[in-house]
């Protein structure tokens, strides 16, 4: 076969083919590579076009099928005549001792698109793990979204935008230029002045426009917002929360008409949602702030209230006081002795609620321990003995109140009528909790016998008892005492 025919069929192959000598200077190319290098190469030595530049980072990050290279091939960044570089998969074959033929295939579209498409998952994936959009500053988060996505898409202009209720107007809170890396001053579109923009934008379909001065979707936007910003491309993407459009990220091509492929439409769908989340979560943490504020202002209400109330009992328990000094019998006296103690009670039991964090619940506990001491130093003689074991125990407020008034009645009538004056007074108070059922016990050594309803503050507790659906129960073998029993 002549040298002439081998080179006519070279010339005919699509496949960007030269032939070096022993120096590795080019010696002969074809149409496909004179048309990749840009013209006649020959007598040229091949390394001239091979440039310092580095590898595209996607070589080292995806797969040689993805990237179209060829098997045995080695990756290099050629220069073409007019300095342009593109990323290559070349072979060396040797075909005699003097001559080596090179295979030159270039893959700067797959490796710019896969590259394209790593950028955009990265971008995703650390824009997902921002700790900005979880919990961060609502501006700076917006502002990343903005700018990190701008970065990616290489766009000049990223817009986000707020819907208005009744889509009477969409304001920009994010105005952000990549070019100059500031938020511009935000913008606000009127429905009454782009009412066919606004219709179009109610559609909630991503919007592509190629030549956005020129397209028919945008063509109201031409001479308020297009020419004043020099806008050539835009891609509007609806941004939802919760299934409802509230808003819109649109990119902005300012220095080229562009064409918005399928991946690129893609990731700015992931950013809409980013950006929904953000949303959702700056709302959830504004509604969580007013909500703290107004538990704030009840709660100084509600401090304020129980102080009222503290002062009110106090001022209560002073007037019996003042008008049992007035009593001349010792009858009325002890009545007034019994109201004094009821109104301690009640009072004990306000103070804990009033110290608790839940007002709907309180330590029974520590109740009833503050309310033996008082009990001791208002009721009982000074040689009497009180003693109390307690379990842990949280009660319900409404419960609280009845079983606090029974015990309360249960130890005035054990301090007034049990013991005769000879006697050692010994009194215990005992609660007991098992599971959900609880005891409670009032025992004394006396000698009384409380046959009678009347006159003891019995009838109260049989009263008190039913209405706390509790069990009460008597006994009177070694002095007397008093069982109830109740679920909490």
């Avoid at 098997?71 to 001559?99: C, H, M, N, P």
């Avoid at 538990?295 to 002073?318: C, G, M, P, T, Y």
Wanted: aromatic share 6%; charged share 25%; proline share 2%.
């Amino acid at each position: 076969m002549s040298e002439s025919f081998s080179q006519h069929l070279l010339d005919l192959s699509p496949l960007p083919t030269l032939l070096l000598n022993h120096d590795l200077v080019i010696t002969y190319s074809n149409k496909a590579a004179q048309k990749l290098f840009g013209g006649e190469i020959n007598g040229i030595a091949f390394d001239q076009f091979t440039t310092p530049m580095p590898l595209p980072r996607i070589l080292f990050e995806s797969t040689g099928a993805n990237l179209n290279v060829d098997t045995g091939a080695e990756i290099r960044q050629l220069a073409r005549s007019d300095g342009s570089v593109f990323t290559a998969s070349v072979i060396q074959e040797k075909i005699s001792e003097t001559e080596m033929a090179v295979f030159v295939r270039n893959i700067s579209e797959p490796v710019d698109y896969w590259g394209k498409l790593h950028q955009q998952k990265r971008t995703e994936d650390e824009l997902t793990r921002s700790t900005l959009l979880q919990n961060g500053d609502f501006q700076a988060a917006l502002y990343e979204i903005a700018a990190r996505s701008a970065d990616t898409l290489q766009v000049e202009r990223v817009n986000i935008w707020l819907i208005d209720d009744g889509f009477s107007a969409i304001r920009s809170i994010m105005n952000y230029d990549r070019e100059n890396n500031k938020v511009l001053e935000n913008v606000i579109l009127s429905r009454e002045d782009l009412p066919q923009y606004f219709q179009l934008l109610e559609s909630e379909d991503i919007v592509i426009t190629i030549d956005s001065e020129h397209d028919e979707q945008t063509r109201e936007l031409a001479e308020g917002y297009i020419r004043k910003f020099n806008i050539k491309s835009m891609l509007d993407v609806p941004v939802r929360v919760a299934g409802k459009m509230i808003g819109l990220i649109c990119y902005e091509e300012l220095t080229r008409i562009r064409n918005w492929d399928v991946s690129e439409q893609k990731f700015a769908l992931t950013i809409a949602q980013l950006l929904a989340q953000a949303l959702e979560t700056h709302r959830r943490r504004e509604a969580q702030i007013k909500l703290e504020e107004t538990l704030a202002e009840k709660q100084l209400l509600l401090r304020e209230v129980n102080h009222r109330v503290r002062n009110n009992f106090n001022l209560i328990s002073d007037m019996i006081r003042l008008k049992k000094g007035e009593v001349k019998d010792e009858h009325h006296a002890k009545l007034f002795e019994d109201l004094q103690a009821r109104i301690a009670s009640l009072n004990q039991l306000h103070r804990q609620l009033y110290q608790s964090d839940n007002i709907s619940q309180i330590n029974f506990r520590n109740f009833l321990i503050d309310m033996a001491g008082s009990m001791k130093l208002l009721a009982f003689r000074e040689d009497a003995i009180l003693t109390t074991q307690i379990d842990n125990c949280v009660l319900p407020l409404s419960k609280a109140m009845l079983c606090a008034v029974i015990i309360n009645e249960l130890m005035l009538n054990c301090a007034q009528h049990a013991f005769s004056p000879e006697q050692k007074p010994f009194t215990q108070l005992i609660l007991e909790k098992r599971g959900s059922i609880i005891t409670v016990t009032v025992k004394d050594n006396g000698t009384w016998q409380p046959n009678s309803r009347e006159g003891t503050g019995l009838k109260l507790v049989e009263e008190l008892s039913e209405r706390l659906s509790a069990k009460l129960e008597m006994k009177t073998d070694e002095g007397t005492e008093f069982n109830l029993t109740f679920t909490a």
